[in-house]
């Protein structure tokens, strides 16, 4: 029998995989993959890569990976074969940048081959492709936007940032738990308050959880940390013993969901601790919130992670590089510069700052009027050719 998503011999007929994909918890009419087994999950991707490569002309992508995977030509074959090749930026990014991945945030040795044959992928449907378009903007990446138009030489066409609107005061569907949250953020000072989540799709081992509880403990400062149900570790509270009745004067863990845009337009919140996720990015950004980085998972996370940090809007916590393992002490210590230590002035000003880029609906309006009439252009060309 074929392997799942790949045909056998000349037949056309493919052998299925039946990956469950569960309903968010406690949260708005979403699903997540979180749940789903590793094997399964990278079925799914590479089954969309596959339908891309057949059937689409255009393709969206985030502009960091975009750049750093480079053009077809090099993720068809190109210098970089080993997992360490990587780690460092690529030679096409002509302008100064450390982004890269770090060795841990790369598939494990005997993933590494299906990840060689998902860049191959890649490759063609960068090749196929007469547009690329992507979640970003001139005004925040430049030199990227620039570099791309070159290696590609099709159009690049940045569709903005597109950032979400605020929930109405009557919309009230989905945030079952803001009225308490609400009230909480209510008692604190104005920017005291730090947000933690880590997304839909991240799973943290127990070991790492207590470690970052441990840390966000030690920071001694007003916080809120969305905890969801985790796989890893079956029934099992994931949360250390003792830690909210510790934490109860100033902290508070959510299960499950939470209304993450209203929590982050409070005005008590004054950061966020993020896996990187970009539209977690853009949320934060849009309210000009600084950022403590905490890219947890085999992605283009930890590449968002050294841009922010390049941009100066946030620290990453520091890793072991190998293994990713970190301490109590670097996640407090990382805390506090990004919310109250004198170092980290400028980091706060600067995200500020870029609330008149990230919260920008005007400028995300014009950018997708642009993309509709650049989109129009092309389907009438080609309707004519």
Do not use: W, Y
């Given at each position: 029998m074929a392997s799942p998503l790949q045909t056998s011999g000349n037949?056309?007929?493919?052998?299925l995989l039946?990956?469950?994909?569960?309903?968010?918890?406690?949260?708005?009419?979403?699903?997540?993959?979180?749940?789903?087994?590793?094997d399964q999950v990278a079925f799914v991707a590479r089954a969309l890569v596959i339908f891309a490569v057949k059937r689409v002309k255009a393709v969206a992508l985030y502009v960091g990976i975009s750049a750093f995977l480079g053009p077809a030509s090099e993720l068809l074959g190109g210098?970089?074969?080993?997992?360490?090749?990587?780690?460092v930026p690529p030679v096409w990014m002509d302008y100064p940048n450390n982004i890269a991945f770090k060795l841990h945030e790369m598939a494990s040795p005997q993933d590494w081959m299906d990840s060689i044959s998902n860049f191959e992928r890649l490759g063609k449907l960068f090749?196929?492709?007469?547009?690329?378009?992507?979640?970003?903007?001139?005004?925040?990446?430049p030199d990227a936007l620039r570099m791309?138009?070159?290696?590609?030489?099709?159009?690049?066409?940045?569709?903005?940032?597109?950032?979400?609107?605020?929930?109405?005061?009557?919309?009230?569907?989905?945030d079952p738990n803001w009225e308490a949250l609400k009230k909480w953020l209510d008692s604190k000072k104005e920017k005291s308050v730090f947000y933690v989540a880590l997304g839909s799709e991240v799973n943290l081992s127990k070991e790492f959880m207590h470690e970052l509880a441990f840390g966000i403990e030690k920071s001694g400062l007003p916080f809120i940390w969305v905890v969801k149900n985790n796989p890893l570790v079956g029934d099992q509270d994931i949360i250390p013993t003792g830690f909210e009745e510790r934490v109860s004067d100033r902290g508070l863990v959510v299960r499950g969901w939470a209304p993450q845009l209203r929590v982050l337009g409070h005005s008590s919140v004054g950061g966020f601790l993020t896996h990187c996720g970009w539209s977690s990015v853009i949320e934060a950004l849009g309210f000009g919130l600084p950022l403590?980085?905490?890219?947890?998972?085999?992605?283009?996370?930890?590449?968002?992670?050294?841009?922010?940090?390049?941009?100066?809007v946030g620290f990453e916590i520091e890793r072991n590089n190998a293994d990713g393992s970190f301490t109590s002490e670097s996640v407090a210590e990382c805390i506090?510069?990004?919310m109250v230590d004198p170092e980290g002035e400028q980091i706060r000003q600067?995200?500020?700052?870029?609330?008149?880029?990230f919260g920008n609906v005007e400028l995300s309006n014009k950018y997708l009027e642009e993309f509709t009439k650049c989109i129009e252009e092309f389907s009438s060309s080609n309707d004519s050719s």
């Open positions: 037949s056309s007929e493919f052998s039946n990956a469950e994909i569960k309903p968010v918890i406690n949260g708005p009419k979403m699903q997540a993959t979180n749940e789903t087994k590793h210098s970089r074969r080993q997992r360490e090749d990587f780690t090749l196929s492709c007469k547009i690329m378009t992507m979640r970003s903007c001139f005004e925040f990446e791309l138009k070159k290696i590609h030489q099709i159009p690049i066409v940045p569709i903005g940032l597109l950032p979400p609107s605020m929930p109405s005061n009557e919309d009230r569907g989905d403590i980085l905490f890219p947890v998972a085999i992605s283009d996370l930890g590449l968002i992670a050294r841009l922010m940090h390049d941009k100066r506090k510069r990004v600067n995200a500020k700052a870029m609330k008149e880029i």
